[in-house]
């Protein structure tokens, strides 16, 4: 039996609705031969970790049995299974943290995030990445170029999330974008759409402090709603932005029910939007305007194939500076502090490193 000072594999586990505990698990093994064993170095809290620690569950995604927290991770190889060809031990990596069925209809198709048979981390049953260990297949491992920190690796995660969101758009080069909510995935929408060639691309937020970081970070406006109709917004928003006939792409990426109205008005005909955030099950919204404006509607889910390898594409480049999102680091020991910061709305990205 493992003493109380020995840890073999630390981990930040959720016991159960509005309670964490550390807890020493044993050391992952390498099941499958095209499997790598990682050593955690750096993970970020996301909004659906905060939400299973207030709430227990998201949606039908219950957590029934104690849960180890976290999927937005990056790691450094460890060991490494008999068949694997394309990582070595001492590898820094971005870690993809869900791993599909490769067999199946949708996975076959390429969009992988859609598998039924989807492990995913952090979402029950499957434990999460805030472990000192972890083990993924070898193709959900992408490699950090040399100049590329383990900081910001961590940070692939919500891109992928962006970037997915942003291919669901259709966007072309040189369209205008509105980007409905500055939150860490808000934001990285509108790093992804310039870089995608957006000739604009317009924050919506309630909160000023969130709208200067947006306007620094990547936005080329930004717009605060008034307590009017969404109609009103959108009119104000088109004229105070020089938006024409309207937007051609709207992104909501904060799952609030005025702004995906707001979005149905600003867009011009023929206008593609993209519901990226999470909100309430069910909200009210002008369908009459979708028809008679011939929107083109789609959702997004997570990320996937060529969203991360493009993450760590545009990070690499130069062409998105991830590290201005991180607020601050924190030591292992100091996890359930920055869930706490996070769920008080202090700061963008709270880094949690790995157990040492
Ligand atoms: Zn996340
Ligand atoms: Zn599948």
Redesign the pocket.
Known sequence: MATQTETKNNSFILAGEKSVKFEDRPIPSISDPHDVLLQVNYT?I????IHYWQHGRIGHYVVKDPMVLG??SSGTVVAVGDQVTTLKKGDRVAME?GVCCRRCVRCKEGLYNLCLDMKFAATPPYDGTLAKYYVLPEDFCYRLPDHVSLQEGALM??LA?AVHITKQSRIRNGDSVVVFGAGP?GLLCCAVAKSFGASKVIAVDIQQPRLDFAKEFAATGVFMPEKVSSQENAERMVKEHDLGLGADVAIDASGAEPSVQTAMHVLRNGGSYVQGGMGRDECTFPIMVACLKELKISGSFRYSEGDYRDAVQLVGSGKIDVKKLITREVAFEEAEQAFEDIKAGKGIKVLIGGPK
């Open positions: 970020g996301c909004g659906s970790d999927h937005e943290p995660e919500p999330v995935v």
